[in-house]
């Protein structure tokens, strides 16, 4: 969680065009009883609307329209900050968890514990409210999260005589058996073009790369637990026993799995719709637990995850928050977000949703739900927090690996080299910040 020095630092000057901070303005009353209230939810799902007309039909006095917008990366958050930076935007937006510093900048999300959210937390994962929640404000509500697992082929693992690794050390034995069996067979992929699978490993270890203290940022890329992620990968990857040339889910890599080719996948759980996607896949895919890091850090981690957050310029903010908990914490919703959206892992700490709580006929007939994903929730790093830069650190990451192919450099000094830059970015942001133990 954010310090309040940091937090002040990070959002100065940043007030909405026009006038004074979102949150630093009056509360914006409820709506008369009686009178209807409009909201729009820019996403980008493409069947949002038909959850919200499932609300609305309940709701006659507080109607949600979706628009669509590609996803964040894809143009969608530059749609959203240009709209904020023009007075404009949604109510409400499907911001990624990782993505909700980098709005505060621009002080684009209202501080929705102005309008009750405290007295809804207990609905919600701890560890994901964490993540929304700075300087004792909370600025967008958990919509669903990725607790990780691996996904394999159980047939192909028992032609070597293997089973699911329990630690990062068996993945890597298994990893070079399953090379044995040809020279197109890998046990997993590494994605030299993702830096946030990495970062998921290095926080599963028990990494936290930004904290805060007073009013200045700490980052710490190169400590023990991440620099003991990078030697492991940098061995997988000198080793040949992880594939880099198929990223997960490319149509390479589909063409691979269908062919046994490929082992398994270590991913969030909603991987599990995109392995359904093998062909001919049906019953021969089964979940475990994802690898641990020999006793040190945490059973699982996360990858991925969003928030429905509400906007600066919102009129109706309570009324868009009744909403949201409804869509994110009832069972109702829940059920029609995994129905019609196929979310992520639900943000409840005590529903999971209906579907996800039987076992399922492709995955071998394995409640791999119950049995893998709810334990994972409560195995993550609680501590582990996003900055401003998330997106830059991803990026560089990446930059990083690619050069592992192309000239050799190693994981370990990609990482050492995304922190200068990410340091020197906070600085260039005119925001205090340090290295870890200088």
Known sequence: MLGAGALSAAVAGCASPGGVPVNRAPVIAAAAPGETVTLTYWSWVKDLQKVLDIWNAKNPHIQVNATWIPSGKEG????????LAAGGGPDIAQVEMQSVPEFLLQNGL???SRYGADSIAHHYDEALWKQVSFNGGVYGIPQDSGPMGFFYQPAVLDRVGGLPPRTW???AALAAEVRRLGPQHYLDTFPISDGSFFASYAAQAGAV??????????????????LLVARFF????????????????????????????IAGVTSGSWGDAMVQE??????KWRVAPMPTWNGTGFGSTHHGGSTAAVL?????PAEALTFIQWLTSAPEGIDAEIEHLGIGWSPSRHYIGEQRQK??????????????????VAQTNPDWTWSPLTKLTNDALANGFRKKQTSGQSIVDSVAQTQAEVVRTFKDKGLRVREAGK
């Open 110 to 112: 209202v501080d929705l």
């Open 359 to 376: 076992p399922s006929e492709w995955f071998s007939g394995q409640n791999y739900n119950q049995e893998v994903f709810a334990p994972a």
């Open 209 to 226: 790369w930004f904290r805060t203290a007073g009013d200045e940022w700490v980052v710490d890329l190169t400590d023990d637990r991440t």
């Open 169 to 171: 050390d068996e993945w």
């Open 234 to 261: 940098d061995k997988a990857i000198d080793d040949d026993i992880v594939n880099v040339a198929s990223e997960a889910f490319s149509p390479a890599w589909y063409a691979a799995a269908a062919q046994g080719q």
């Open 278 to 283: 093998v062909s001919d896949g049906a019953g």
């Open 76 to 83: 969608g958050y530059q749609k959203l900050h240009s709209a």
């Open 312 to 316: 600066a310029h919102c009129a109706h």
